[in-house]
């Protein structure tokens, strides 16, 4: 199976600071990677897919970008809607989906 | 509006069964790949297992900790899927999503359904 590490798991901002999570896989994904935002009680919301494309309706302020193991998401400037968990996920292999751990953004 | 709306939650003892179904609805649900996704409480998102259309085959795939124990179906009839889950364990407790899949990313989810497993 394709594992995916997330880091950090905790990050602590503030309103305006440029973030930015990184996602490595076990295994060349090519940009088979998706990235998602989860706020409490809430489903998740697809945010980036294919490493870089953005969902329609997603802030621009959101980015992705990367290829084979290691992808990056980057919230250019921080804004009070965008605390919340992000989790990673891999799709380079369509029998066995896999997520990262997540990070959660916190108010710093 | 594009919805999937999950029901069949509830508390089950260990090694009891439960079925899980998703009503979709506003969206071609015969053309569409669809997953369960699952969330224990305070925990990270782990995907649980897809049906294929049945134009691309119909088939699934599960993950290693449900497969043989679970089994996605689905009515395109009625626009709704299905999650048999059988010889339930304690960590099978869990919010489970039904979300589709375009492009190998989960555009559109559910809100979710509970799943307790408890004695």
């Known amino acids: 199976d394709i594992q995916m590490t997330q880091s950090p798991s905790t990050l602590s901002a503030s309103v305006g600071d440029r973030v930015t999570i990184t996602c490595r896989a076990s295994?060349?994904?090519?940009?088979?990677l998706a990235w998602y935002q989860q706020k409490p009680g809430k489903a998740p919301k697809l945010l980036i897919y294919?490493?870089?494309s953005l969902e329609s309706g997603v802030p621009s302020r959101f980015s992705g970008s990367g290829s084979g193991t290691e992808f990056t998401l980057t919230i250019s400037s921080l804004q009070p809607d965008d605390f919340a968990t992000y989790y990673c996920?891999?799709?380079?292999?369509?029998?066995?989906?896999?997520f990262g751990g997540g990070t959660k953004v916190e108010i710093k | 509006e594009v919805q999937l709306v999950e029901s069949g939650g509830g508390l089950v003892k260990p090694g009891g069964s439960l079925r899980l179904s998703c009503a979709a609805s506003?969206?071609?649900?015969?053309?569409?790949?669809m997953n369960w996704v699952r969330q224990a409480p305070g925990k990270g998102l782990e995907w649980v297992g897809r049906?294929?259309?049945?134009?691309?085959?119909?088939?699934?795939d599960y993950a290693a900790p449900v497969k043989g124990r679970f089994t996605i179906s689905r009515d395109d009839s009625k626009n709704t899927l299905y999650l048999q889950m059988n010889s339930l364990k304690t960590e099978d407790t869990a919010l489970y999503y039904c979300?589709?899949?375009?492009?190998?990313?989960?555009?559109?989810w559910g809100q979710g359904t509970m799943v307790t497993v408890s004695s």
């Open positions: 979300t589709r899949i375009v492009s190998g990313a989960f555009d559109i």
């Open positions: 506003s969206f071609i649900f015969s053309d569409a790949w």
């Open positions: 049906i294929k259309s049945k134009s691309d085959g119909g088939t699934t």
């Open positions: 295994q060349s994904i090519s940009t088979w």
């Open positions: 294919k490493a870089s």
């Open positions: 996920q891999q799709y380079n292999s369509y029998s066995l989906l896999t």
